[in-house]
Protein backbone atom coordinates (compact mmCIF):
# COMPACT_ATOMS: atom_id res chain seq x y z
CA UNK A 1 0.00 0.00 0.00
CA UNK A 2 2.97 2.71 1.25
CA UNK A 3 4.32 1.88 -2.27
CA UNK A 4 1.45 2.30 -4.37
CA UNK A 5 1.18 5.40 -1.98
CA UNK A 6 4.73 6.43 -3.18
CA UNK A 7 4.34 6.09 -6.85
CA UNK A 8 1.01 8.37 -7.28
CA UNK A 9 2.80 11.19 -5.57
CA UNK A 10 5.88 10.66 -7.77
CA UNK A 11 3.74 10.77 -10.91
CA UNK A 12 1.96 13.87 -9.55
CA UNK A 13 5.05 15.36 -8.47
CA UNK A 14 6.30 14.21 -12.18
CA UNK A 15 3.30 15.53 -13.73
CA UNK A 16 3.72 19.28 -11.29
CA UNK A 17 6.85 19.65 -12.68
CA UNK A 18 6.11 18.70 -16.70
CA UNK A 19 3.54 21.02 -16.60
CA UNK A 20 5.24 24.09 -15.53
CA UNK A 21 7.74 23.12 -18.09
CA UNK A 22 4.72 22.75 -20.71
CA UNK A 23 3.72 26.39 -19.58
CA UNK A 24 6.86 27.85 -19.46
CA UNK A 25 7.82 26.57 -23.08
CA UNK A 26 4.38 27.74 -24.69
CA UNK A 27 5.24 30.96 -23.44
CA UNK A 28 8.38 31.39 -24.31
CA UNK A 29 7.44 30.05 -28.10
CA UNK A 30 4.33 32.20 -28.38
CA UNK A 31 6.82 35.45 -27.56
CA UNK A 32 8.79 33.95 -31.02
CA UNK A 33 5.91 33.84 -33.08
CA UNK A 34 4.21 36.88 -31.98
CA UNK A 35 7.51 39.15 -32.25
CA UNK A 36 8.72 37.90 -35.04
CA UNK A 37 4.86 37.57 -37.22
CA UNK A 38 4.63 41.08 -36.11
CA UNK A 39 8.28 42.19 -37.54
CA UNK A 40 6.93 40.30 -40.81
CA UNK A 41 4.18 41.85 -41.10
CA UNK A 42 5.72 45.88 -40.71
CA UNK A 43 8.13 44.52 -43.53
CA UNK A 44 11.35 44.67 -41.42
CA UNK A 45 14.12 42.06 -41.50
CA UNK A 46 14.36 39.94 -38.87
CA UNK A 47 17.31 38.11 -37.55
CA UNK A 48 17.47 35.42 -35.13
CA UNK A 49 19.56 36.96 -33.19
CA UNK A 50 16.76 40.00 -32.36
CA UNK A 51 14.16 36.93 -31.83
CA UNK A 52 16.46 35.66 -29.08
CA UNK A 53 17.52 39.14 -27.71
CA UNK A 54 13.56 40.18 -27.38
CA UNK A 55 12.00 36.81 -26.02
CA UNK A 56 13.62 36.90 -22.37
CA UNK A 57 12.33 40.03 -22.21
CA UNK A 58 8.26 39.18 -22.77
CA UNK A 59 8.11 35.83 -21.79
CA UNK A 60 7.17 36.58 -18.63
CA UNK A 61 4.50 38.72 -19.46
CA UNK A 62 3.10 35.76 -21.43
CA UNK A 63 3.37 33.62 -19.03
CA UNK A 64 1.33 35.81 -16.47
CA UNK A 65 -1.28 36.26 -19.10
CA UNK A 66 -1.44 32.00 -19.44
CA UNK A 67 -1.96 31.72 -15.46
CA UNK A 68 -4.39 33.85 -15.79
CA UNK A 69 -5.87 31.86 -18.36
CA UNK A 70 -5.54 28.75 -16.49
CA UNK A 71 -7.85 30.33 -13.74
CA UNK A 72 -10.27 31.57 -15.82
CA UNK A 73 -10.73 28.02 -17.61
CA UNK A 74 -10.48 26.57 -13.79
CA UNK A 75 -13.15 28.35 -12.18
CA UNK A 76 -15.55 28.01 -15.59
CA UNK A 77 -15.03 24.75 -15.25
CA UNK A 78 -15.93 24.47 -11.64
CA UNK A 79 -18.85 26.71 -12.23
CA UNK A 80 -20.10 24.64 -15.32
CA UNK A 81 -19.85 21.66 -13.62
CA UNK A 82 -20.94 22.44 -9.88
CA UNK A 83 -24.36 24.03 -11.58
CA UNK A 84 -24.99 21.70 -15.00
CA UNK A 85 -24.74 18.02 -13.77
CA UNK A 86 -26.58 18.55 -10.14
CA UNK A 87 -29.59 20.04 -12.27
CA UNK A 88 -29.30 17.63 -15.02
CA UNK A 89 -29.21 14.53 -13.06
CA UNK A 90 -32.14 15.91 -10.94
CA UNK A 91 -34.19 17.02 -13.96
CA UNK A 92 -33.64 14.73 -16.55
CA UNK A 93 -34.30 11.08 -15.50
CA UNK A 94 -32.45 8.21 -17.85
CA UNK A 95 -35.85 7.09 -18.46
CA UNK A 96 -36.73 10.58 -20.36
CA UNK A 97 -36.39 10.78 -24.47
CA UNK A 98 -34.96 14.54 -24.38
CA UNK A 99 -32.58 13.64 -21.94
CA UNK A 100 -29.52 12.89 -24.63
CA UNK A 101 -30.54 16.49 -26.68
CA UNK A 102 -30.63 19.02 -23.73
CA UNK A 103 -27.76 16.90 -22.73
CA UNK A 104 -26.24 18.29 -26.69
CA UNK A 105 -27.49 21.25 -26.32
CA UNK A 106 -25.79 22.15 -22.98
CA UNK A 107 -22.50 20.90 -23.73
CA UNK A 108 -22.38 22.93 -27.01
CA UNK A 109 -23.41 25.84 -24.98
CA UNK A 110 -20.39 24.67 -22.52
CA UNK A 111 -18.48 24.54 -25.52
CA UNK A 112 -18.78 28.07 -27.04
CA UNK A 113 -17.70 29.28 -24.06
CA UNK A 114 -14.69 26.87 -23.67
CA UNK A 115 -13.88 28.24 -27.45
CA UNK A 116 -14.65 32.02 -26.48
CA UNK A 117 -12.48 32.14 -23.30
CA UNK A 118 -9.44 30.36 -25.91
CA UNK A 119 -9.73 32.86 -28.38
CA UNK A 120 -9.74 35.78 -25.88
CA UNK A 121 -6.62 33.81 -24.05
CA UNK A 122 -4.18 33.59 -27.44
CA UNK A 123 -5.73 36.96 -28.50
CA UNK A 124 -4.25 38.04 -24.98
CA UNK A 125 -1.03 36.50 -25.36
CA UNK A 126 -0.46 38.68 -28.72
CA UNK A 127 -1.71 41.30 -26.45
CA UNK A 128 1.06 40.69 -23.92
CA UNK A 129 3.89 40.74 -26.22
CA UNK A 130 3.14 43.71 -28.30
CA UNK A 131 1.80 46.19 -25.75
CA UNK A 132 1.74 47.05 -21.83
CA UNK A 133 -1.17 44.92 -20.98
CA UNK A 134 -0.52 41.53 -19.57
CA UNK A 135 -2.53 39.35 -17.41
CA UNK A 136 -5.87 40.25 -16.45
CA UNK A 137 -5.56 43.55 -18.41
CA UNK A 138 -4.56 41.97 -21.84
CA UNK A 139 -7.90 39.40 -21.03
CA UNK A 140 -9.89 42.41 -20.87
CA UNK A 141 -8.55 43.95 -23.79
CA UNK A 142 -8.09 40.46 -26.10
CA UNK A 143 -12.00 40.37 -25.03
CA UNK A 144 -13.26 43.87 -26.44
CA UNK A 145 -11.28 43.49 -29.41
CA UNK A 146 -13.00 39.91 -29.88
CA UNK A 147 -16.26 41.81 -29.27
CA UNK A 148 -15.18 44.43 -32.21
CA UNK A 149 -15.18 47.87 -29.78
CA UNK A 150 -11.86 48.95 -30.39
CA UNK A 151 -11.09 47.45 -33.88
CA UNK A 152 -12.97 46.38 -36.98
CA UNK A 153 -12.39 45.64 -40.50
CA UNK A 154 -12.64 49.30 -42.06
CA UNK A 155 -9.41 50.57 -40.02
CA UNK A 156 -6.05 50.68 -41.46
CA UNK A 157 -2.80 49.94 -38.74
CA UNK A 158 -0.44 52.18 -38.87
CA UNK A 159 2.66 49.52 -39.99
CA UNK A 160 5.05 51.66 -39.68
CA UNK A 161 4.75 53.03 -36.18
CA UNK A 162 4.73 49.48 -35.08
CA UNK A 163 7.61 48.74 -37.21
CA UNK A 164 9.08 51.73 -35.39
CA UNK A 165 8.00 50.14 -32.38
CA UNK A 166 9.09 46.65 -32.25
CA UNK A 167 12.43 48.25 -33.17
CA UNK A 168 12.99 49.70 -29.35
CA UNK A 169 12.81 45.48 -28.35
CA UNK A 170 16.12 45.18 -30.02
CA UNK A 171 17.16 47.88 -26.95
CA UNK A 172 15.92 48.15 -24.12
CA UNK A 173 12.01 46.95 -23.54
CA UNK A 174 9.69 49.41 -24.13
CA UNK A 175 5.70 48.64 -24.71
CA UNK A 176 3.25 49.36 -26.96
CA UNK A 177 0.56 51.91 -25.55
CA UNK A 178 -3.00 52.07 -26.39
CA UNK A 179 -2.75 55.39 -26.85
CA UNK A 180 0.52 55.47 -28.96
CA UNK A 181 -1.40 52.89 -31.35
CA UNK A 182 -2.28 55.08 -34.56
CA UNK A 183 -5.41 54.28 -36.50
CA UNK A 184 -6.96 55.42 -39.82
CA UNK A 185 -10.46 55.52 -41.33
CA UNK A 186 -11.09 54.21 -44.77
Not at 12 to 27: D, H, K, Q, R, T
Not at 130 to 141: F, N, Q, R, S, T
Request: hydrophobic share 50%; with cysteine.
Amino acid sequence: MDTLWSEKIAFLLFEAVYFLFFLVLSSVSTSTVVYTIARIYTTNEITFAEVMNVVPKVWKRVLVTLTWSFIIVLVYNMISFSILVPWLEFNIGPSTSTGPTIWGLLFAIYMMGFVCISIIWHLASVVSVLEEDYGIEAMMKSMALVKGKMLDHQEIIDKSYIGDHLEVYIGDYDPLRSKDVKLEQF
